[in-house]
Protein backbone atom coordinates (compact mmCIF):
# COMPACT_ATOMS: atom_id res chain seq x y z
CA UNK A 1 0.00 0.00 0.00
CA UNK A 2 1.52 3.34 -0.80
CA UNK A 3 2.00 5.90 1.88
CA UNK A 4 -0.79 8.20 0.99
CA UNK A 5 -3.32 5.02 0.52
CA UNK A 6 -2.21 4.34 4.48
CA UNK A 7 -2.62 7.70 5.56
CA UNK A 8 -6.18 7.99 3.73
CA UNK A 9 -7.04 4.22 5.67
CA UNK A 10 -6.05 5.29 8.60
CA UNK A 11 -7.73 8.69 8.58
CA UNK A 12 -10.83 7.09 8.42
CA UNK A 13 -10.87 4.39 11.15
CA UNK A 14 -10.13 7.18 12.71
CA UNK A 15 -13.44 8.85 12.11
CA UNK A 16 -14.98 5.87 13.02
CA UNK A 17 -13.82 5.70 16.50
CA UNK A 18 -16.60 5.89 19.28
CA UNK A 19 -16.59 9.55 20.58
CA UNK A 20 -15.85 9.71 24.59
CA UNK A 21 -18.81 9.72 26.83
CA UNK A 22 -19.43 13.73 27.22
CA UNK A 23 -17.85 14.04 31.01
CA UNK A 24 -19.29 16.70 33.36
CA UNK A 25 -23.23 16.28 33.79
CA UNK A 26 -22.70 15.83 37.44
CA UNK A 27 -21.03 17.80 40.15
CA UNK A 28 -18.93 16.71 43.38
CA UNK A 29 -19.50 19.40 45.96
CA UNK A 30 -17.05 19.43 48.90
CA UNK A 31 -18.44 19.45 52.50
CA UNK A 32 -17.77 18.75 55.80
CA UNK A 33 -19.06 15.16 55.43
CA UNK A 34 -16.45 14.34 52.27
CA UNK A 35 -18.99 14.91 48.51
CA UNK A 36 -22.33 15.75 48.01
CA UNK A 37 -23.89 14.84 44.53
CA UNK A 38 -26.20 17.60 44.24
CA UNK A 39 -27.54 16.53 41.09
CA UNK A 40 -28.44 13.03 42.32
CA UNK A 41 -29.11 13.60 46.09
CA UNK A 42 -26.32 11.40 46.87
CA UNK A 43 -23.09 11.30 48.86
CA UNK A 44 -19.11 10.37 48.90
CA UNK A 45 -18.83 10.18 52.27
CA UNK A 46 -15.78 10.05 54.50
CA UNK A 47 -14.92 6.41 55.22
CA UNK A 48 -15.95 5.24 51.50
CA UNK A 49 -13.19 2.65 50.46
CA UNK A 50 -10.96 4.35 47.60
CA UNK A 51 -11.99 2.21 44.48
CA UNK A 52 -15.98 3.55 45.88
CA UNK A 53 -14.72 6.99 45.37
CA UNK A 54 -12.51 7.09 42.28
CA UNK A 55 -13.88 5.17 39.99
CA UNK A 56 -17.47 7.88 39.92
CA UNK A 57 -15.34 10.63 39.97
CA UNK A 58 -13.32 9.15 37.25
CA UNK A 59 -16.31 8.34 35.29
CA UNK A 60 -17.44 11.99 35.30
CA UNK A 61 -14.49 13.93 35.61
CA UNK A 62 -11.56 11.61 33.81
CA UNK A 63 -8.53 10.22 35.45
CA UNK A 64 -7.41 11.84 38.54
CA UNK A 65 -3.73 13.10 38.67
CA UNK A 66 -1.73 11.47 41.41
CA UNK A 67 -0.04 13.31 43.58
CA UNK A 68 3.38 12.82 45.81
CA UNK A 69 2.45 11.88 49.68
CA UNK A 70 4.92 14.24 50.85
CA UNK A 71 3.85 16.63 54.12
CA UNK A 72 1.09 14.29 54.30
CA UNK A 73 -0.32 12.89 57.81
CA UNK A 74 0.51 9.40 58.47
CA UNK A 75 -1.74 6.25 57.01
CA UNK A 76 -2.38 8.93 53.91
CA UNK A 77 -1.78 6.15 51.38
CA UNK A 78 -2.72 7.91 47.98
CA UNK A 79 -3.55 11.64 47.05
CA UNK A 80 -5.28 12.16 43.63
CA UNK A 81 -6.83 15.16 41.84
CA UNK A 82 -8.84 16.64 39.38
CA UNK A 83 -8.58 20.24 38.69
CA UNK A 84 -8.64 22.54 42.16
CA UNK A 85 -9.99 19.34 43.70
CA UNK A 86 -7.60 17.04 46.12
CA UNK A 87 -8.73 13.98 47.44
CA UNK A 88 -6.61 11.72 50.35
CA UNK A 89 -7.67 8.17 50.97
CA UNK A 90 -5.49 5.54 53.66
CA UNK A 91 -5.34 2.01 52.19
CA UNK A 92 -9.38 1.69 53.43
CA UNK A 93 -10.64 4.68 52.81
CA UNK A 94 -11.54 8.31 51.92
CA UNK A 95 -10.10 10.66 55.20
CA UNK A 96 -10.18 13.86 53.35
CA UNK A 97 -10.69 16.51 50.84
CA UNK A 98 -9.16 20.07 49.65
CA UNK A 99 -10.22 22.98 47.32
CA UNK A 100 -9.83 26.71 46.64
CA UNK A 101 -8.04 27.29 49.81
CA UNK A 102 -10.65 24.85 51.78
CA UNK A 103 -10.35 21.20 53.16
CA UNK A 104 -12.05 19.00 55.33
CA UNK A 105 -10.52 15.69 57.03
CA UNK A 106 -6.83 14.97 56.52
CA UNK A 107 -5.34 16.31 53.65
CA UNK A 108 -1.73 17.01 53.03
CA UNK A 109 0.22 20.17 53.61
Do not use: H, K, Y
Not at 73 to 82: L, N, S, T
Request: proline share 10%.
Amino acid sequence: MRRGAAALALAGLAACAPTPPDRGGVSFRPDAGGLSVPETGQRVDFGRAPAGVIAPLAREMGPPDALPLANCPEGIAQRVRWGGLELTFTDAQFVGWRQDGASAGQVCT
